[in-house]
């Protein structure tokens, strides 16, 4: 089975700074992980994906993932932040044989001008 | 392409009514998903279809819950009677699963449900 713990309902930031949300993954095969963001009343956008290729994984917007097998972790990362940042981002995982995602509880990114 | 489609965007309703929110998923694709959002609970799969065939509807609530996809491009779920508690948005996605696809899912925008 997967599953996904995100640490921290809510990070706040100040424009410019580095953004840091973490995301740990719990897997019996190998995984697939998922970035995703939602801003208010949208649905979900990918922003990058690790599918077993490089563990840096780069996605839109500046954001990167790096895939962390002996930490069981995936935290994604920015250098500096934008107002147009704060948004929801939820971490997903699935399995190579499924396409269920299993998503984590969410982060909320607030930026401080 | 429009991408994921999902009508009604609100809706409004009294408990005990039927209530039915509907999906055409990207052309093409093979999978679709409906998930639930809520505060307390997040981001809840409650069932998929491959090819139009129910796969996993484990997490479908309970009987009043139902969901068909008559064809590739349209999908149904109905939750008849309504109650308070199922007062969400209610996501569709879908994926391009052929092969050896990597599970991205392209999500619609949702419909909110409020059910008084």
């Known amino acids: 089975a997967q599953s996904v713990t995100q640490l921290g309902s809510h990070v706040s930031v100040s424009e410019g700074a580095l953004v840091l949300l973490r995301c740990n993954y719990s897997?019996?095969?190998?995984?697939?992980l998922f970035w995703y963001v939602q801003y208010p009343n949208q649905g979900l956008q990918l922003l990058l994906k690790y599918t077993s290729a490089a563990t840096l994984v780069k996605g839109i917007n500046g954001f990167e993932a790096e895939f962390k097998k002996s930490e069981t972790s995936f935290h994604l990362t920015k250098p500096s932040a934008h107002m147009s940042d704060a948004a929801e981002y939820f971490c997903a995982v699935s399995a190579y044989s499924s396409y269920k995602l299993i998503f984590g509880s969410g982060t909320r990114l607030l930026v401080r001008p | 392409d429009a991408g994921v489609i999902q009508s009604p965007r609100h809706e409004v309703t009294e408990m005990g009514q039927e209530v039915t929110l509907r999906c055409k998923p990207i052309?093409?694709?093979?999978?679709l998903f409906w998930y639930r959002q809520t505060m307390m609970r997040g981001l809840e799969l409650l069932i998929y279809f491959n090819n139009n065939v129910p796969i996993d509807d484990s997490g479908m609530p309970e009987d009043r819950f139902s969901a068909k996809m008559p064809n590739a491009s349209f999908s149904t779920l109905k939750i008849q009677p309504s109650e308070p508690r199922d007062s969400a948005v209610y996501f569709c996605a879908s994926s391009f699963g052929t092969g050896k696809g990597t599970g991205e899912l392209f999500f619609g925008e949702g419909s909110r449900l409020t059910v008084l």
């Open positions: 897997s019996s095969v190998p995984p697939y």
């Open positions: 052309s093409g694709h093979d999978y």
